[in-house]
């Protein structure tokens, strides 16, 4: 039996410092609140959720489920159960970066009946620490589909509906740029101060921003 000198995490990633978490908890609740004021998302978005009272539907109620740690992950481990962590956290990739400094870009910011999402464009430094696979389309027919481009699935997840897990968040995010590399035109767009949204039907919409935002972080391993 071999010898292990370190414990693996629950997951790796990179973590926001205080500051850019503050920041970015008031961009998702800006974002939230520009949505709740556009009747016309509203009331497509109203229509695929399960909620008592569609009229006093209230989109910073719904999603009361917010992280306590805002963070980019790289690699889920589940302490190790999961299949290939060892190798990920024995890489020299995670080993030079361990506890480094990261500034990562924030270009979208997107929502679906299930999650509230920050989307994470990597540069070539960042991609090292991207593990394979992440990008896998598991639907039905996927050995006929080509994966999205490696690392589109990077996000920060920034809340979710009631009983959804965050894992969703990285999915909801890949579900999108999915429709978008299809094609796909949006079934409606809206003006937001900080970009144009545009929605892909059954609630999925997405907000370009103009002007990126950029978030400090430390990579590291989280151990709850
Ligand atoms: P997230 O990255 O979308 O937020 C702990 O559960 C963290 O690991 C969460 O941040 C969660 O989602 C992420 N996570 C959980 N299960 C995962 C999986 N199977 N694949 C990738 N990330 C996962």
Redesign the pocket.
Known sequence: QSFRAYIIP??F?WFLLRRSAREMRENAEDFLNQLSNSEVFLKEFVSYVECQSKEKFDLQEYFQKR?RVL???T??C?YGK?PGCEAYAESEAVEDSYSKAFTLNVVALFVTPR?V?ARVLLNKHQEVLWPKG?ERDEGEDSTEKADLPFGSRA???LACAPGV??????LDLLQILKLIEEGKQPTFQVDLQKGQLCCYGEGQCILNLTKPIEVKTIFSG?YP
């Not at 897990?165 to 990285?170: E, Y």
Request: glycine share 12%.
């Open positions: 629950y997951f990633g992280p963070h980019c992950t690699k889920f589940n999961d999650t999402g992440q996000h920060i997840t897990k965050a894992v969703q968040t990285g989280f």
